[in-house]
């Protein structure tokens, strides 16, 4: 059971570039979420989506864009990175509305250059 | 202010001692408390999750949550080398139906053998 995998791992991006992460979970969750994480920030909500076809603003949603086509995909994009984007990117997702059983992937590093 | 605080650390403790680790927050809206540990470069992983007030414990972990205080602890006994890693708290309010949990900045503790 792979349960949430994120592509790719590493990325290094030119300022203006796009890109887009892939999030994939396999435990037919219905809440997706998508984080970054920075040295002293802690995590914070980037984007999230309660469900297929639904999408969110969380946090800090400035910079990046989400689609939740397929229930068990959720993508990340960036029309034009910056290097204020340099950061590690977690997607989560959880079974239920209780917020309590979020699953983690194991990160992607994106640098911006 | 954030909605959490939670004390970075580094905290840095012998094998065998009792490892306290604590987060205070502001929302009295928050229901669900959890903890997650995370080891360097990986997703945080759930370690456990209370609902409400009380105590809840899971081997040589124990999770207290005061609601009239607005704090939530992490108790480790016996800390072992393989306890080394950062430790988040979160919590979550029901936002528009969903449960969209807030972390903490994530407290690191380093246990020395």
């Known amino acids: 059971n792979a349960g949430v995998t994120q592509t790719p791992k590493f990325r290094v991006l030119k300022t203006g570039q796009s890109m887009t992460l892939l999030c994939a979970q396999d435990?037919?969750?219905?809440?997706m979420y998508w984080y970054r994480q920075d040295p002293g920030m802690g995590l914070r909500l980037i984007h999230y989506?309660?469900?297929?076809?639904?999408?969110a603003k969380g946090e800090v949603p400035d910079g990046y864009n989400v689609s939740r086509l397929k229930k068990q995909n959720f993508l990340l994009g960036l029309e034009s990175a910056a290097p204020s984007q340099t950061s590690v990117y977690f997607c989560?997702?959880?079974?239920?509305?209780?917020?309590?059983?979020?699953?983690f992937g194991e990160g992607s590093w994106l640098t911006v250059v | 202010q954030k909605e959490v605080e939670q004390d970075p650390g580094p905290l840095s403790v012998p094998e065998g001692a009792i490892v306290s680790l604590n987060c205070t927050y502001s929302?009295?809206?928050?229901?669900?408390f959890m903890w997650y540990r995370q080891y360097s470069r990986k997703g945080p992983e759930l370690l456990m999750y209370?609902?409400?007030?009380g105590n809840k414990e899971d081997g040589r972990f124990t999770a207290q949550v005061d609601k009239s205080s607005k704090y939530i602890s992490l108790f480790i006994r016996d800390s072992q080398p393989s306890d080394s890693a950062t430790y988040l708290c979160?919590?979550?309010?029901?936002?528009?139906?969903?449960?969209?949990?807030?972390f903490g900045r994530g407290t690191s503790l380093i246990v020395h053998p």
């Open positions: 989560a997702s959880n079974r239920g509305a209780s917020g309590n059983t979020i699953y």
């Open positions: 435990m037919n969750h219905e809440y």
């Open positions: 989506s309660v469900g297929e076809g639904t999408t």
């Open positions: 929302n009295s809206a928050f229901q669900y």
């Open positions: 209370t609902y409400s007030s």
């Open positions: 979160a919590m979550s309010a029901a936002t528009g139906g969903s449960y969209i949990p807030t």
